[in-house]
């Protein structure tokens, strides 16, 4: 009830949603996330949980890659040795709760960490890419033109996993563990043996979801599949099963994972904000829970009332093999099955809500989180209006958010609507923005890529579907692009050591703080560092870690670092918000080192003028994204703007610093 209603509402606030292109856009969207919360259904059915499928999306996709890539062995044998590693963290997972006595959520969380570790160790950081076409079809391909085959395997999965559900007697087994473990095992059900069983497959489906997002991205991401455990937590939760065990269904999850992809989907054709997206999955999630944990606690109200009767009517005792199939047919009781019904109302009456929410601030002419748009769905509000879709790889950096206000200038100025599309930093997020652009029929796409190679897919989509394409900041690795705006990272990160080596006078003991593992920006970046170090003899590199472009990153990774190395001269961080984590780490040590940062925000102009950094490089990113709009309009009106648009980079230093604000 929860899903028509969202879709019907979702329907009559815009035309696109019902489209057939979207409809399966939902589909392909939708596809890993069933995949991997299959094996999710069944550990929460077990009363377990399982936190570690996120990551080993990511350690799948590496194994694969290199497997495949660096050591020449056939496609199909390094999806299978993928699954196999997939297989493996599962029973290690398995192991340290059947055998080691750690609580499933301990276990997984331990797991999480090992395998995001060990997929940035053995891709180094760094996207793999080079994938052949036969593989690359395994998630890409529509068969009769319209149907993707990621669907396709889905809707396999989960038919199979249904079927073992309901008549396999290990399948059924797992419903009597969830309800009451002890008495399960005293019925003589093999606990231990089905428990490991179940880790596995759900480790090898979360494994299969890593290779299916490989497929479709063209390249393995070391940070690929972050959050995705939460997604099949709520997937399976939204579909009704118990956290506590004992209930679920594959078709439940089915309806929780179409939940979230059409939440997401709709939010996106109606250009609400990123932020506002965010809040809105999340409180529909919330509510699901707090719902079940009502309908839980009902339920043993009802089944403490009806357990007197039980034993009034019994006449012969039953053995713990009967006990424990009797608590499995009891579970959920009538009542319980009743509340159920009313959880379902009560959360289409709240996605209703939402939905009713976000066509009040989209159709009002009020921005909802900062974004305008001059009609909901994306299509023009008059004959003629240029309609640009903009993806930007995160909101989480002031970076990007002075380039989104370059966006929102631009696209007052020059008359046009503008569909705006927060990645996260998730390559897969960005790919199914980029198909709600397609289904919503921007005139033009203008894409600031979270990974040059993982974005390739999608601007063979928009070449596809005869949409133009502009990159800004970095640039696709693939496909037909149009034009590209931005600095040249390399240079940039040229630019910034060598400023700060010279402040050094050319020698002294220097720590790197890197950014995001795998993101184009900070590959080029670091290339550029070492580009200048052997014009330096004199510099020594005696650290380089990872702060993730974070600030408090930065401050911690810092910190760290000044306690190993207390002679150390200068940090050396590819952008400012590191830089300026660094120099709250240097102020609480009260050392004597040099900090250089890039981007050129205000905070970090503030810090050149306090004189905590020696400088700031600024990319100009506000004007970027003024220049995507700007040259996206003339693109659609059917002008030829030039191939590389170049956008200078400033050093801003203690010199000129009171000539920038």
């Not at 879709?7 to 856009?25: A, G, H, M, R």
């Not at 994306?378 to 209006?385: I, L, N, W």
């Not at 609507?417 to 390559?427: E, Q, R, Y």
Request: charged share 15%; hydrophobic share 50%.
């Amino acid at each position: 009830m929860a899903l028509i209603a969202l879709s019907v509402v979702l329907s009559l606030i815009s035309p696109t949603f019902l489209s057939v292109s979207n409809i399966f856009n939902i589909g392909q969207q939708s596809a890993i996330l069933a995949v991997i919360a299959i094996g999710g259904t069944a550990v929460i059915i077990l009363g377990g949980i399982d936190l570690s499928v996120g990551s080993v999306i990511a350690l799948s996709g590496a194994v694969l890659g290199v497997v495949h890539i660096n050591m020449g062995i056939n496609i199909w044998i390094a999806v299978l040795a993928a699954l196999i590693v997939g297989g493996i963290v599962g029973s290690v997972s398995g192991s340290l709760i059947v055998y080691g006595g750690l609580p499933p959520f301990i276990a997984t969380l331990a797991m999480l960490s090992i395998a995001s570790g060990l997929a940035l160790v053995i891709l180094k950081g760094r996207p793999l890419s080079g994938y052949p076409h036969a593989f690359r079809n395994l998630t890409t391909f529509y068969v009769f033109g319209w149907l993707p085959t990621s669907v396709i395997i889905a809707v396999i999965l989960m038919v199979i996993a249904a079927l073992y559900f309901k008549y396999a007697p290990s399948g059924r087994s797992l419903f009597a563990m969830g309800a009451n473990l002890e008495v399960a095992r005293l019925s003589g059900i093999p606990t231990r043996r089905l428990t490991m069983l179940v880790y596995i497959i759900a480790g090898i489906l979360a494994a299969g979801g890593g290779a299916m997002m490989t497929s479709r991205l063209g390249s393995a991401q070391p940070t690929a599949g972050v959050g995705f455990e939460l997604d099949v937590i709520a997937a399976v939760v939204i579909g009704g099963a118990l956290l506590s065990g004992g209930y679920g269904s594959i078709a439940g999850t089915a309806v929780g994972v179409i939940m979230i992809g059409v939440l997401r989907n709709g939010l996106n054709l109606l250009n609400v904000s990123s932020f506002w997206q965010q809040v809105v999955i999340g409180a529909v999630i919330a509510l699901a829970v707090l719902i079940e944990q009502v309908r839980q606690k009902r339920g043993a109200r009802a089944g403490a009332r009806e357990r007197p009767r039980r034993l009034g009517q019994a006449s012969t005792p039953q053995s713990p093999a009967g006990r424990a199939e009797t608590q499995h047919r009891t579970t959920p009781n009538i009542e319980s099955r009743h509340n159920m019904q009313q959880m379902r109302r009560i959360l289409a009456s709240a996605a209703a809500l939402t939905a009713t929410l976000a066509l009040t601030a989209c159709g009002s002419g009020e921005p909802v989180g900062g974004q305008t748009s001059a009609t909901g769905d994306g299509t023009a509000a008059a004959d003629g209006e240029i309609t640009i879709g903009f993806s930007i790889s995160t909101m989480n950096n002031p970076f990007f958010v002075s380039m989104k206000e370059g966006v929102d200038e631009a696209e007052t100025e020059q008359g046009v609507s503008v569909l705006f599309a927060d990645a996260g930093d998730a390559a897969d997020k960005q790919a199914n923005q980029i198909l709600n652009f397609i289904s919503q029929g921007v005139d033009v796409a203008v894409l600031n890529p979270t990974d040059g190679a993982a974005i390739v897919s999608s601007v063979e989509a928009l070449n596809n579907a005869g949409i133009p394409v502009i990159t800004v900041d970095r640039t696709a690795e693939g496909g037909d692009v149009a034009a590209h705006i931005g600095t040249d990272n390399v240079i940039a990160g040229e630019v910034t050591a060598k400023t700060l080596f010279d402040a050094m006078g050319g020698e002294g003991k220097v720590a790197i703080l890197e950014g995001v593992a795998g993101a184009s920006s900070a590959i080029d970046r670091g290339t550029g560092f070492q580009n200048v170090l052997a014009d330096y003899p004199g510099i020594e590199i005696v650290a380089t870690q990872t702060a993730n472009y974070q600030r408090s990153e930065g401050l911690t990774v810092a910190q760290n670092i000044l306690q190993a190395h207390p002679d150390l001269d200068a940090f050396l961080p590819m952008n400012d918000e590191m830089a300026l984590g660094a120099v709250e780490a240097i102020r609480a040590a009260n050392a004597d080192v040099l900090v250089i940062g890039i981007d050129g925000g205000d905070d970090a102009i503030a810090a050149v003028k306090e004189g905590t950094l020696v400088a700031t490089v600024a990319q100009q990113s506000k004007l970027m994204g003024s220049l995507g709009i700007e040259q996206a309009k003339l693109l659609a009106q059917g002008q030829e703007i030039e191939a590389l648009q170049p956008v200078d980079v400033l050093v801003i230093n203690a010199d000129n610093v009171n000539d920038y604000s």
